[in-house]
């Protein structure tokens, strides 16, 4: 069975020999009327594929429009409608209709040489429309564009199947504005082929890192799970004859502060944006990336001496067990750390870029030379004595 770069060769290939031979055929892909008809018929098609949604597994689309209505999508390609053979079909079409287009007016460049700059723009014109058709075909077909299935921190490496390579993060963050708005997410990457290291890139969100032909893009970042970078406490010290010590700390992981007016001092060990807790095992573990469950595991020393590890929950007012403690410990807040992010990808293969810029840079010339030889019409002043 053919592959789809074949197809993109093929396909025009085939409909552009039986344009020439076939003069009933040549006259039908020549005409206005067919071409706008080609034009509706990809739009329409484009347009439901945007209302029903592409590329989503069966059961959304049986989910959101019934068993039999969703089938019928999910199997009649309109649900990646830019891959089917019948909008493949519909662009080798107007591609080929341009090009014979481009070739009639070629042969009335040569038959009237009178005015051939002005045709020579209009040809171009043509042609550039034919290219930039073409490259949404091959693209289309040959190409692809998804992102990355799972998110990514340093140290993390991933293969990359349709390239041949793999990625290894060496490091994630975000970067902000002195006003605190957000500047750029940039992912520092090395690359491997076959376990050999062969080039290092930093990957930012205009700046994709391009190999072997597949473009990977910068998709989505987000803040550590694992670590942050300031938590704020409050501690409450009972005091038997009096008013109880309060205090608020600010503090980074793994730096130990001390309690102003007691013996008391606390260190944040570990930091959870989704806690969850096994109890088979008895350990925390991180349910998902997603900050909505925060929890820190935090040290607590009485003149040195530990006290107790214990986790504490943010917006949870104190907990069932913290009875034996010599202070209440709560927390408040915290500042996400974004120098140690989680990165995602987005993989794409865009083949048809190169006919897409030689496209774009005839049609300029090609528009430049039209207006460059368009003379302004001056009527003729009226008689008069």
């Known amino acids: 069975m053919l592959g789809p770069v074949p197809l993109v060769i093929l396909v025009p290939l ?46 959304a689309y049986t989910e959101r429009y019934g068993d039999v209505f969703g089938i019928f999508l999910f199997r009649s390609g309109l649900t990646n409608v830019f891959r089917t053979w019948y909008f493949a079909l519909l662009g080798a079409l107007v591609v080929v209709s341009t090009i014979m287009c481009t070739l009639r007016r070629i042969v009335r460049l040569v038959k009237r040489p009178g005015r051939r700059l002005s045709a020579t723009g209009s040809l ?37 199947p349709e390239g041949g390579f793999s990625i290894r993060v060496d490091a994630a963050r975000t970067e902000f504005t002195e006003d605190g708005s957000l500047s750029e997410y940039l992912t520092d990457v090395t690359v491997f082929e076959e376990g050999i290291e062969v080039r290092t890139h930093r990957i930012e969100v205009n700046h994709p890192l391009n190999h072997r032909g597949i473009g990977v893009y910068q998709y989505e970042m987000l803040p550590s799970a694992r670590s942050i970078a300031l938590a ?30 007691t013996d008391l001092s606390l260190k944040v060990l570990e930091f959870l944006a989704d806690f969850t807790y096994d109890i088979e095992t008895g350990t925390a573990g991180l349910a ?66 190169p006919l897409l810029f030689a496209g774009l840079g005839i049609l300029s010339l090609g528009l430049c030379l039209t207006l460059w030889t368009r003379r302004p019409s001056i009527d003729a002043p009226s008689g008069g004595s």
């Open 124 to 160: 171009l014109t043509h042609l550039s429309i034919a290219l930039i058709a073409a490259a949404g075909l091959v693209t289309a077909l040959a190409g692809f564009k998804h992102p990355a299935p799972r998110y990514l921190e340093a140290g993390d490496v991933i293969e990359v």
């Open 14 to 59: 085939v409909l552009l020999v039986a344009a020439l031979f076939l003069q009933r055929f040549r006259n039908w892909l020549t005409s206005m009327r067919t071409a706008i008809w080609l034009l509706v018929a990809m739009a329409a098609i484009s347009m439901i594929g945007a209302l029903v949604g592409q590329r989503l597994p069966l059961e």
């Open 232 to 261: 704020f406490i409050g501690v409450v010290v009972p005091a038997p004859d009096g008013a109880p010590l309060h205090r608020e700390i600010t503090t980074a992981p793994g730096e130990t502060v001390e309690i102003e007016g």
């Open 288 to 353: 998902s990336i997603g900050h909505d469950n925060q929890a820190i595991l935090v040290e607590l020393r009485d003149a040195g001496e530990l006290v107790a590890e214990r986790w504490f929950f943010m917006g949870f007012a104190g907990h069932r067990d913290d009875s034996d403690l010599p202070c209440r410990i709560f927390f408040m807040d915290y500042i996400p750390d974004f120098d140690n992010g989680l990165t995602r990808f987005e993989y794409a293969r865009q083949p048809g870029t």
